[in-house]
T-cell receptor
Framework: GAVVSQHPSRVICKSGTSVKIECRSL??????MFWYRQFPKQSLMLMAT?????????EQGVEKDKFLINHASLTLSTLTVTSAHPEDSSFYIC???????????FGPGTRLTVT | AQSVAQPEDQVNVAEGNPLTVKCTYS??????LFWYVQYPNRGLQFLLK??????LVKGSYGFEAEFNKSQTSFHLKKPSALVSDSALYFC????????????FGKGNQVVVIP
C-alpha cells in the first residue's frame, strides 16, 4: 500500500529555536496533505491543509506565522514550528491524499519536545 | 458540518470475547466512513472504510464494521479480541460534498485483558 513518511520521528529542541518536520508521500503524488496535532490520549486536531503550489489553509486558532507550511512538490510538505515554546510540545502527524481511488494515508508522526 | 461521536472513553474486553467500538456520525449527503487504529507513539493505521455498496465492510486484522444509515452508525467489531488489539481506535467521516477533510471522533482506548 501507499506509504507516507515523516522525518524526524523524534526531535528535542530548545525554547526559541525553529524545527522543521518533513512529510513525504513515497509512491504517489499528493496535491493535498494535512497536518494534525495530537495531545496525549486525545484525538487528532487538524491544523492546516497543505496544497501543492499554493498557500496552506489554516484552521481557526492556528497561528500561520508560527506554523509555517510549505508544499513545494507533489511528494513533499514541510511544517516548520518557529520560535518553539514548551507548549508546542506535541505529536505532529501528517497525511497525504491520493485522489484516485480516494484514500488518505497517514505518516508515522513526529514527537516534538521543546525544553 | 460533519462530525463523529465515539461515546465511550475506554472499552475493556476479555481476550477471546467479541469487541465492539461504537461510532455515530453526522454529515450532509452520503458519507465516507473510516476506522483507524493507533498504537503508542505511532501514526494512524487504516483498518477499513465504507463508501458505497454492502453495509458490512470487512477490513484488516479480522475487523469489520456495519454501516447503518437509519441509525447513522458505523460500529467497529471483531468476533474474538486479541491482547494485541489493545490500542486507540478512531472513527472518521468525510462528507461527499466538500473538501477531503476528515472529521475524527475523540477516539476509544481498547484494552484487551488476557
Amino acid at each position: 500500500g501507499a506509504v507516507v513518511s515523516q522525518h524526524p520521528s523524534r526531535v528535542i529542541c530548545k525554547s526559541g529555536t525553529s524545527v522543521k518536520i518533513e512529510c513525504r508521500s513515497l509512491d504517489f503524488q499528493a496535491t493535498t496533505m494535512f497536518w494534525y496535532r495530537q495531545f496525549p490520549k486525545q484525538s487528532l486536531m487538524l491544523m492546516a491543509t497543505s496544497n501543492e503550489g499554493s498557500k496552506a489553509t489554516y484552521e481557526q486558532g492556528v497561528e500561520k506565522d508560527k506554523f509555517l507550511i510549505n508544499h513545494a512538490s507533489l511528494t513533499l510538505s514541510t511544517l516548520t514550528v518557529t520560535s518553539a515554546h514548551p507548549e508546542d510540545s506535541s505529536f505532529y502527524i501528517c497525511s497525504a491524499i491520493r485522489d484516485s481511488p480516494y484514500e488518505q494515508y497517514f505518516g508515522p508522526g513526529t514527537r516534538l519536545t521543546v525544553t | 458540518a460533519q462530525s463523529v461521536a465515539q461515546p465511550e472513553d475506554q472499552v475493556n474486553v476479555a481476550e477471546g470475547n467479541p469487541l465492539t467500538v461504537k461510532c455515530t456520525y453526522s454529515v450532509s449527503g452520503n458519507p465516507y466512513l473510516f476506522w483507524y487504529v493507533q498504537y503508542p507513539n505511532r501514526g494512524l493505521q487504516f483498518l477499513l472504510k465504507y463508501i458505497t455498496g454492502d453495509n458490512l465492510v470487512k477490513g484488516s486484522y479480522g475487523f469489520e464494521a456495519e454501516f447503518n444509515k437509519s441509525q447513522t452508525s458505523f460500529h467497529l467489531k471483531k468476533p474474538s479480541a486479541l491482547v494485541s488489539d489493545s490500542a486507540l481506535y478512531f472513527c472518521a467521516v468525510r462528507g461527499l460534498y466538500g473538501n477531503n477533510r476528515l472529521a475524527f471522533g475523540k477516539g476509544n482506548q481498547v484494552v484487551v485483558i488476557p
